[in-house]
Structures are given as C-alpha cells and as structure tokens.
C-alpha cells in the first residue's frame, strides 16, 4: 500500500497535478500518513525550499530550508505574515526592518481568563540591556495609560488620562492637564542641569510654599514676551541681579517702567472704584495722582520717618520737604482756578515768599488773617484794613523796646536858628484859650479821627520842647536881672537901715 501511494504521488508530481492526501482521523486518534523525525514535507522549486521539520529536542517548525524569507497568505492572495532571513518578523507585506515591523496598526488587548487564572492589562514590557526588568507600558485602568518600572520599586510613574486629557508625572490621579507630585524642588528644567540634579539650570520649581522660575547665575534674565523665540519682542526682563525692566531690555534700576502705548499712562493702579495713575506721557509730563475727588497722596506716612527731596536726592536731616534750585528759580508753587500764584523763591542771595501776580498774601491764625501785605505793599496786622495813605496798620496795642521814625521834613532845630519868631507867651496864652490846643499841634479831633503821626509827633513834640527850652531860657534870663535887681535893692536896703540905726542912734 505505501510503495502504491508513494508511487501515486511521484507520478502525480511528474504530471504536474495537484495531489490531496485526506485521512480520516476520529475520536482523536492519529492517522498520519506520513511520519518521520526532521525533515517531512518539503516544497520547491530548485531553489527556493519550504517544509516543515520536527525535532524532539527543539519542536515542530514550518520553514524554508534555504535562505529565503518565509510569508504566510490566505485567499490565494499577497504576502500578509513574513519571517525574514534574520529572523525579524514583519506584519504586512514588506520584508522587516526590526525585530517586529507592522504594516498599520497593531493592538495589545486585555487578557482576562478564568481558568487558568489570567488577568494582565494591555502593554508591552522593556527590558534593560541586561535583560533585567526595565520599563512596562500599557493601561494602567480603563482610562489611563502609563509607564511603570525602573527601579526597584517597579511602581507607576508615568499616567496619561486619555479620557479627560490629563497627564500625571510622579502620579497616576493627575488633576489637571499637566500634574506633578505634591514634592517641593525641581518641577521643569528647559535648559543646562544636565550632569546632577544640583546643577543650575533654566526651569521651573516648587521650594517652601513658592512657585519659582529660576536661571542659573546672575548674568542671566528672565524674558516676557510676544512672537516665538527665533522672532521673539521683550516685553518684561527681569535680571538675575533682581532688578525688573517693562519695556526695559537692560534695567538699572530696581524697577524701570517705559512708556508704552496704554491711554492710562505709565502705570495704572486700580481700586475698588476708582484708578490712580503714574503718568510718565507723550507731553513729557509725570502724574501722581489719586484716583478719585478729595483722594489723597501720602509720601513717608509711617511715624513720620523719611524726607522728601525735591531737586535733589539729598534733601536735608529733618527736613520733611526739602526743595533745590537751579540759579534763581521758583520753588514751591501754589496756584487756584481764579490765577492766584504763591509760594517760594530762592535767589539775588535771598529768599521770597509771597504770591507771584496782584494779589495779597495774608498769614492766617485759626483760618483768620493774622497779617496781610496787599498789593501795593502795606502791612495790615488783624482784621481792619490799613487806610489809604499808611504803609501799616496795626488793630491792637503795640509793646516794643524801641521804635525810630524817620522825619519826612526838617527836624525843628529851626527853632534855634535867629530868624525863628518864637510867639509871646501871651500870644500863646491867647491861641490856647480861642482853640483848646498848642498852636501847630493838631486838635484833638483831628488825631483821633485820624490818628497820630509817630514820626511828625515826635517833630512837633521836639518843636515844643525846644520852644519850651527858649522861653525858660528867656525866663532865665529875666530872673537872673530881677535877682541882680533885687540884690542891689537888699544892698540898698541894708545901707538905708545902717543908716537908719546910725540916725536913731545920734539922738
């Protein structure tokens, strides 16, 4: 029977037909036809060689046996499955390129079994060079993909939440779209830090309840910006000094702010309600400014610590406000709707306080005028006004320890002079009975209506007194005759009445 069958096969293979060996096996019992160890059934075409090969100590195998890849098809159709000379395998019909090549997609499932008892999620195990457990990808649950392994913990560290679009780093519940472990330190490193975790670099990191970004030295900056970072325009740089430039690619200063184009000036501060500005603008003008009515502006309000300088970055110890000048020049400047001009002015080796156009300047007590220098430069102390005509009025008492008047006219020294008529006494006696005063000495009525020239007083009070001065030495003169007259009359006298004794005597 085989030498029958083998014969029916040799012949067959030599008519070029095709040959269908089916035997019949039931109830799990072999009927090979055929059975021999190693080599069995062999294809060819006096090259290329494929059969199948078995081997006790290594298994069943289909292979070629010469050097060619070996492709699987169904449907009579292209190469779907190939094993390549190397032994890559590639899915698809191209020769492989790796150890595993796909042709498309390829997908890894669950495996969940019962019997026996499998349950592994869907992923792909790497191992280190040294064949040791090195990375596991796949799904962490029916919503996260991650990555696990490396090290000797071989815990999750990656987690991707492809559901909600989330990624976790250090955590597999990530919150949010990018989410780090709740650990303080390094979080992002863009650039540099590449041989230790101590080195410096350009990144981002948690420390101590504060959210950093970091450079590594002081010569290097932090940069605000539009455009991407080949066509990159600054908008903020802050140094690694700490000092802080907005529209400043090189500040100086711990803070320097340019003018931008913003229609709320340099800097704008807002309130509940209202906005306050500090205006560096177009006009090159600078504001500080509240931002409603009635607000108010306060420098060095704690304690009262601090100094203010104007004009100068020095201004004096103890010295709240302290303005400079240039040469001559204004100081303090205080000015109202109606054009009012008044304040300070430092020059021609003198200062000035006063108001600058016609107006009176008044010093006040409790809000009422105290002095008052009017426009054409008369000094009024009090609320009275000074009358036309004075330079000064004073409403109150005056208490000095000295006072000089200038005279207007000559001092009456004239009264000395030969060509002075001084009036008789009996011609004053006379003037002081028909006017009730001393001739040229203004009535009573006339100094109290309106008042009493100090320096003019003072003339006519001299005046009198040197007057004075000649009728006593005129009186002088008449007592010293009367004196001698009287002294020759006594003479007279004491002779009569030596005489008169001598006579009495004789009788």
Not at 157 to 163: A, H, Q, T
Not at 216 to 243: K, L, Q
Not at 248 to 271: D, K, W
């Amino acid at each position: 029977m085989k030498k029958l069958l083998l014969f029916i096969f040799i012949s067959a293979s030599a008519l070029g037909q095709s040959v269908e060996i089916a035997p019949n096996n039931s109830s799990g019992s072999s009927n090979a036809i055929i059975k021999k160890v190693g080599i069995g059934f062999e294809h060819t075409d006096g090259t290329i060689r494929i059969g199948t090969y078995v081997n006790s100590a290594y298994g069943a195998f289909i292979q070629t046996h010469s050097n060619h890849p070996l492709g699987f098809a169904t449907n009579d159709g292209n190469r779907q499955f190939v094993i390549n000379t190397n032994g890559r395998v590639g899915i698809g019909p191209d020769l492989p390129a790796y150890w595993l090549d796909v042709n498309g997609r390829a997908r890894i499932k669950h495996y969940t079994s019962a019997s026996p008892s499998v349950n592994e999620t869907a992923g792909i195990w790497y191992n280190k060079s040294n064949n040791s457990v090195g990375v596991f990808a796949g799904m962490y649950n029916d919503e996260m993909y991650g990555l696990s392994g490396m090290g000797s913990d071989l815990l999750w560290k990656f987690g991707f939440d492809l559901v909600n679009t989330k990624m976790g780093i250090g955590t597999m519940t990530p919150k949010h779209p990018l989410t780090f472990p709740s650990t303080i330190g390094q979080k992002i490193s863009f650039w540099g830090g590449t041989n230790a975790v101590t080195d410096n670099n350009y990144g981002i990191g948690v420390q101590s309840s504060a959210f950093q970004f970091h450079v590594p030295t002081t010569n290097d900056n932090i940069v605000f910006g539009t455009g991407r970072s080949g066509a990159f325009t600054e908008n903020m740089r802050i140094t690694g000094t700490g000092n802080i430039g907005i529209r400043r690619s090189n500040p100086q200063s711990t803070l320097e702010v340019a003018r931008g184009e913003g229609i709320n000036g340099t800097a704008a501060f807002f309130g509940t309600t209202h906005t306050s500005h500090f205006n560096y603008s177009t006009d090159e003008n600078t504001y500080i400014r509240g931002g409603k009515a009635n607000s108010n502006v306060i420098i060095n309000d704690v304690f009262g610590l601090g100094n203010v300088g104007i004009g100068t970055d020095r201004p004096s110890s103890n010295t709240k406000l302290h303005v400079h000048t240039v040469n001559d020049f204004y100081g303090l400047l205080h000015t109202n709707e109606a054009g009012l001009k008044m304040g300070t002015y430092a020059g021609f080796h003198q200062g000035y306080f006063g108001t600058f156009n016609n107006y009176p300047l008044a010093l006040t007590v409790n809000s009422y005028p105290a002095l008052t220098i009017s426009t054409d430069q008369r000094f009024q102390f009090g609320a009275a006004g000074t009358p036309t005509g004075y330079k000064m009025s004073v409403d109150g008492k005056i208490i000095c320890t000295d006072i000089t008047t200038l005279p207007t006219s000559s001092w009456p020294d004239y009264v000395f002079k030969s060509g002075y008529q001084l009036k008789p006494l009996h011609e004053v006696e006379n003037f002081i009975q028909a006017n009730g005063h001393l001739p040229n000495i203004p009535k009573a009525e006339d100094m109290e209506t309106k008042g009493v020239s100090l320096g003019h007083m003072s003339k006519l009070q001299m005046e009198k007194i040197e007057e004075l001065t000649l009728y006593m030495i005129e009186m002088n003169k008449t007592l010293t005759e009367t004196n001698k007259r009287l002294k020759k009359v006594e003479e007279e006298n004491k002779l009569l009445k030596q005489e008169l004794i001598a006579t009495k005597s004789q009788h």
